[in-house]
């Protein structure tokens, strides 16, 4: 069984930081690319951000600047870092198996069971 699993989130103020881990097995770490959605309360889920294999990186333009992904390859993880985090960034958040493209994270696959993220004003 393939499963993902998210770590972190929480409560926190605007302006504050958070950081969401997701580990994954090592054969999926090594050779996939690993995204990062998220679902707010009456919204879609949409991509926050990507990153491949080799490090290349997508982020949704409304992150671009406070969020960063990076691989933890001693861990098993890809963690997002959150800062200067806003309301509207309040949603679950999910990791999952992708494709990577430059300009989006494509046909998710294996999911976490993702992560509460809640920004207050």
């Known amino acids: 069984q393939v499963q993902l699993v998210e770590s972190g989130g929480g409560l926190v103020q605007a302006g504050g930081s958070l950081r969401l881990s997701c580990t994954v097995p090592?054969?999926?770490?090594?050779?996939?690319?690993i995204g990062w959605f998220r679902q707010a309360p009456g919204k879609g889920r949409e991509a926050v951000s990507c990153?491949?294999?080799?490090?290349?990186?997508y982020y949704t333009e409304s992150v671009k600047g406070r969020f960063t992904i990076s691989r933890d390859v001693a861990n098993n993880a890809v963690t997002l870092q959150m800062n200067s985090l806003k309301p509207e960034d309040t949603a679950v958040y999910y990791c999952?198996?992708?494709?990577?493209?430059?300009?989006?994270?494509?046909?998710?696959?294996?999911w976490g069971q993702g992560a509460q993220v809640t920004v207050s004003a």
């Open positions: 999952a198996t992708v494709r990577f493209e430059a300009y989006g994270c494509y046909d998710p696959d294996y």
């Open positions: 990153i491949s294999s080799s490090d290349s990186a």
């Open positions: 090592e054969f999926l770490l090594d050779y996939h690319s």
